[in-house]
């Protein structure tokens, strides 16, 4: 190593040789991918991540709904986040939409959403057998396997970074007041219903949306997927 007498260098130089005899070694690095994209009302968005997923925005009646599948294969009957994001048939923070008496200012108003999602097809499999087991008996020993897999699951986070909606007439629901709390600070513009008159509910028309996937290890991306990186020891969002 070069060392230059009074400089920095010098420092750094010590910083090594005690590291080198103590095992220090910088923070392990994790990986997650960042996708990014929009969509109005009635159209869908796709993207292939790797390792065999997809992750897709839906559309609904009511806006849309966060999937992720495996790629290029039939869709199964349930998908990789909403198994491993409960509560189910329910409030979610996979449903971008006006259900569950959610005005439209209310479902962009819920930012960021916070969910999981099966890491690979076998993991997969294992949810779904626990969740059939669940759905049959509530109570059963399959409520817990189906949480112990959830809670090992990777995280992902939905940041709506801009919105265009009609906004609802009707008064704020119980659930979308516990979650909608970020209306003030996500870029937004009202429009005017086609009629003239307004809903209760009124109509999400379009968004802008950042999708971040924690990647468990061994993981390999999509070529062009960008990917972050983040210290291990710290949450991934």
């Not at 086609?194 to 390999?220: C, H, S, V, Y």
Request: aromatic share 8%; charged share 20%; glycine share 10%.
């Amino acid at each position: 190593m070069r060392v230059r007498q009074g400089s920095g260098w010098v420092i750094l130089g010590l910083l090594a040789a005690i590291s080198g005899e103590i095992g220090w070694a910088a923070p392990a690095a994790c990986t997650r991918a960042v996708v990014e994209g929009e969509v109005r009302s009635g159209q869908a968005f796709e993207r292939t991540i790797g390792s065999g997923l997809e992750v897709m925005l839906q559309p609904l009646a009511s806006g849309w709904i966060l999937r992720v599948l495996p790629a290029g294969m039939p869709r199964p009957e349930h998908d990789y986040a909403e198994l491993a994001t409960p509560p189910y048939q329910s409030v979610s923070p996979l449903l971008i939409s006006t259900d569950f008496s959610f005005r439209a200012q209310d479902a962009m108003a819920w930012n960021p959403r916070h969910f999981r999602f099966a890491a690979d097809q076998h993991t997969f499999a294992r949810m779904s057998e626990a969740y059939s087991e669940y759905r049959r008996a509530p109570m059963g020993a399959a409520q817990g396997r189906l949480a112990e897999l959830v809670g090992r699951a990777p995280e992902g986070l939905l940041q709506i970074l801009d919105a265009h909606f009609v906004p609802g007439t009707g008064d704020q629901a119980r659930a979308a007041g516990a979650v909608a709390s970020h209306f003030s600070t996500t870029a937004h513009s009202l429009e005017k219903p086609a009629d003239g008159k307004g809903t209760p509910l009124g109509k999400l028309t379009w968004i802008r949306f950042r999708i971040n996937l924690e990647l468990p290890e061994g993981f390999r991306a999509e070529r062009g997927v960008v990917l972050d990186r983040y210290e291990c020891s710290k949450p991934p969002f």
